[in-house]
């Protein structure tokens, strides 16, 4: 195996009625958290700096954490995706800087200016403070393909509802605790990405993306201090979508607290693609909105999370880095969800993507 330097009450009988071996085996492949408490700290955590306006993340790490309680400690590893050793070419416009295509408004390029200074700022800190590594050891081989006709990997206290948005959207609203975490990574309308056939399907425009999530009772399931974060493109119209006066989280009734900055490294620890590339950036932004009126948490900073990407699509899982904020055992949602989580609930059509044990391996000396 090479090693290289992530219910609503009508579904769960169709999960739970399975064989229970592979619910067990999550019991069984995490161990107790022993002694003090810097035995429990996240392993996924690679570097934080003091103001924990920085922190270095391994996204396999964080998604293997994800699969037990935070008082456990993992012991399965998720295959995953060779690390990037150097960064990539930089693509730009086919008609160069001038390519109206690459202007966005004054508004837009205002935010793009504040990112890059804030990931400039990153860097900069890092150069100084944190060396490396930039991610720990990934198990790259999948396991045979036979095992593809077990039944999924159920993490403890985790709630799968595996199917679209409208499919559930009424037992979601009938059965559904309130949350104080919703995390959402909508499949956005992208017109390379509809020629892969490995993900969620991207709709086609944004009034059609706005029908879809106006479709989510999130005001009456979000509790009153909740937080909604959603994972957005590089697009300005998207931004726009979500923040305008008019916007997504307006219909919501929330309001933007703050912004985190996924910064996308090679191994090297470089940025994948160079800051001040016109058309493509290294980065993803996670935008966190509240309530309207409600109290901003105190700990809820922007932040810029630096990671080596690892399979398509797949995001670092958020659990820890919310917990320094919303306190340990809080209950979140994720939405367009491609694996689940202990102790959240989990809702989409991939859901139980990653849960397939053919993902995982156990290991040891990792």
């Given at each position: 195996m090479p090693v290289n330097s992530p219910t609503s009450a009508a579904a769960k009988p169709s999960l739970r009625n399975k064989p229970p071996i592979y619910h067990l085996t999550w019991r069984a492949m995490a161990t107790m958290c022993q002694g003090s408490s810097d035995n429990c700290r996240s392993s996924s955590v690679l570097f934080e700096n003091p103001s924990k306006s920085l922190v270095v993340i391994d996204i396999p790490s964080s998604l293997e954490e994800s699969q037990v309680l935070p008082s456990q400690v993992p012991r399965l590893h998720i295959v995953s995706a060779e690390p990037p050793a150097a960064p990539y070419p930089t693509p730009e416009p086919r008609h160069g800087r001038d390519d109206p295509s690459a202007v966005a408004s004054p508004a837009a390029q205002l935010a793009e200016l504040m990112t890059a200074a804030a990931v400039s700022s990153a860097l900069q800190d890092l150069a100084v403070s944190y060396p490396g590594p930039f991610h720990r050891p990934r198990v790259l081989q999948p396991q045979a393909p036979l095992l593809s006709a077990l039944p999924p990997l159920l993490p403890e206290k985790a709630e799968p509802l595996h199917g679209s948005v409208e499919a559930h959207c009424d037992s979601f609203h009938m059965s559904a605790p309130l949350f104080n975490l919703v995390v959402l990574d909508p499949p956005w309308p992208n017109r390379s990405a509809?020629?892969?056939?490995?993900?969620?399907?991207?709709?086609?425009n944004l009034d059609d993306m706005r029908s879809l999530l106006l479709h989510i009772p999130l005001a009456s399931h979000l509790a009153p201090d909740g937080l909604v974060a959603v994972w957005i493109t590089n697009k300005p119209s998207i931004q726009a979508f979500l923040t305008s006066p008019t916007g997504l989280f307006a219909a919501w009734g929330l309001e933007v607290v703050t912004e985190w900055t996924w910064l996308k490294v090679a191994a090297s620890g470089e940025p994948l693609y160079?800051?001040?590339s016109a058309w493509r950036k290294p980065w993803e932004k996670l935008v966190i909105?509240?309530?309207?009126?409600?109290k901003k948490p105190g700990a809820l900073n922007s932040k810029v999370i630096v990671a080596v990407p690892d399979v398509h699509s797949r995001k670092p899982n958020l659990r820890g880095l919310f917990q320094d904020i919303l306190?340990?055992?809080f209950l979140g949602l994720e939405i367009f969800a491609r694996n689940l989580t202990a102790g959240w609930w989990s809702w989409g059509d991939e859901v139980l993507?990653?849960?397939?044990?053919e993902h995982w391996r156990e290991t040891e000396g990792m």
């Amino acid at each position: 195996m090479p090693v290289n330097s992530p219910t609503s009450a009508a579904a769960k009988p169709s999960l739970r009625n399975k064989p229970p071996i592979y619910h067990l085996t999550w019991r069984a492949m995490a161990t107790m958290c022993q002694g003090s408490s810097d035995n429990c700290r996240s392993s996924s955590v690679l570097f934080e700096n003091p103001s924990k306006s920085l922190v270095v993340i391994d996204i396999p790490s964080s998604l293997e954490e994800s699969q037990v309680l935070p008082s456990q400690v993992p012991r399965l590893h998720i295959v995953s995706a060779e690390p990037p050793a150097a960064p990539y070419p930089t693509p730009e416009p086919r008609h160069g800087r001038d390519d109206p295509s690459a202007v966005a408004s004054p508004a837009a390029q205002l935010a793009e200016l504040m990112t890059a200074a804030a990931v400039s700022s990153a860097l900069q800190d890092l150069a100084v403070s944190y060396p490396g590594p930039f991610h720990r050891p990934r198990v790259l081989q999948p396991q045979a393909p036979l095992l593809s006709a077990l039944p999924p990997l159920l993490p403890e206290k985790a709630e799968p509802l595996h199917g679209s948005v409208e499919a559930h959207c009424d037992s979601f609203h009938m059965s559904a605790p309130l949350f104080n975490l919703v995390v959402l990574d909508p499949p956005w309308p992208n017109r390379s990405a509809r020629r892969k056939t490995d993900k969620y399907a991207t709709v086609r425009n944004l009034d059609d993306m706005r029908s879809l999530l106006l479709h989510i009772p999130l005001a009456s399931h979000l509790a009153p201090d909740g937080l909604v974060a959603v994972w957005i493109t590089n697009k300005p119209s998207i931004q726009a979508f979500l923040t305008s006066p008019t916007g997504l989280f307006a219909a919501w009734g929330l309001e933007v607290v703050t912004e985190w900055t996924w910064l996308k490294v090679a191994a090297s620890g470089e940025p994948l693609y160079d800051v001040d590339s016109a058309w493509r950036k290294p980065w993803e932004k996670l935008v966190i909105a509240k309530r309207f009126g409600s109290k901003k948490p105190g700990a809820l900073n922007s932040k810029v999370i630096v990671a080596v990407p690892d399979v398509h699509s797949r995001k670092p899982n958020l659990r820890g880095l919310f917990q320094d904020i919303l306190g340990e055992g809080f209950l979140g949602l994720e939405i367009f969800a491609r694996n689940l989580t202990a102790g959240w609930w989990s809702w989409g059509d991939e859901v139980l993507r990653f849960q397939q044990p053919e993902h995982w391996r156990e290991t040891e000396g990792m």
